[in-house]
């Protein structure tokens, strides 16, 4: 058997159907759209939740509200941060899972985390520091490092522990969503953006220098 390359195993992500054809729990309610961003020499890698519905209808990831204010914490324009070839887009679950009853995005399918992030991260040796953004993103990166997230906590704690993963590597920098339904959390946490934003955007900005020689 010829060994996995990337461009064949992203390949097969975008053609993926399991949530839909041979789900864990309820199908897919609606035609599946794999979206993610990556390549081989991508050292930056963002790690968020699931697309919306906006991403879902264009295919492009953060390419909404959600998308502007990331791109404003991590100090990129628009073009740094859709260049796959310094910044790998790297979704929990790869399609947009659907609306609960109340319209809120259902939670990233564990379909994708089962089938493919081990095999993908795998495939991106170059990769030095992951914005992990959200609890699913959260936990699935810790547990690759060895990490667990303590008993009880929360997102907020996590985000304010940046310290502690500093040392790691990859590095990873936990980020609460930058929904704008979290836009009441950020005006009770100022501690976010004056000690957190700071070390993301240096992080950032190590991670998107040219490399070495």
């Given at each position: 058997m010829s060994e996995e390359t990337l461009d064949g195993l992203v390949e097969a992500i975008r053609a993926c159907r399991i949530c839909r054809d041979s789900p864990r729990g309820v199908p897919l309610p609606h035609e599946p759209?794999?979206?993610?961003?990556?390549?081989?020499?991508?050292?930056?890698a963002v790690s968020g939740q699931a697309p919306g519905i906006r991403v879902h209808e264009s295919g492009l990831p953060f390419n909404d509200p959600s998308g502007d204010r990331l791109r404003q914490w991590m100090g990129v324009d628009r073009d740094t941060f859709y260049d796959a070839r310094r910044i790998a887009i790297v979704p929990m679950g790869f399609c947009f899972p659907g609306w609960d009853r109340n319209r809120g995005d259902l939670p990233p399918r564990r379909e994708c985390r089962d089938a493919w992030h081990d095999r993908l991260f795998a495939k991106l040796p170059a990769i030095e520091t992951?914005?992990?953004?959200?609890?699913?993103?959260?936990?699935?990166?810790?547990?690759?490092?060895?990490?667990a997230r303590r008993k009880g906590?929360?997102?907020?704690?996590v985000v304010r522990r940046q310290a502690d993963f500093a040392g790691f590597r990859p590095r990873v920098i936990p980020l609460p969503h930058p929904s704008w339904r979290n836009s009441g959390w950020l005006k009770k946490n100022p501690w976010f953006e004056t000690d957190v934003l700071p070390l993301a955007r240096a992080a950032v900005a190590e991670a998107l220098e040219p490399a070495s020689a």
């Open positions: 759209r794999p979206v993610l961003r990556v390549s081989a020499t991508a050292r930056l992951i914005l992990v953004i959200g609890v699913y993103a959260q936990d699935y990166h810790f547990s690759r490092l060895g990490l906590e929360g997102v907020s704690e």
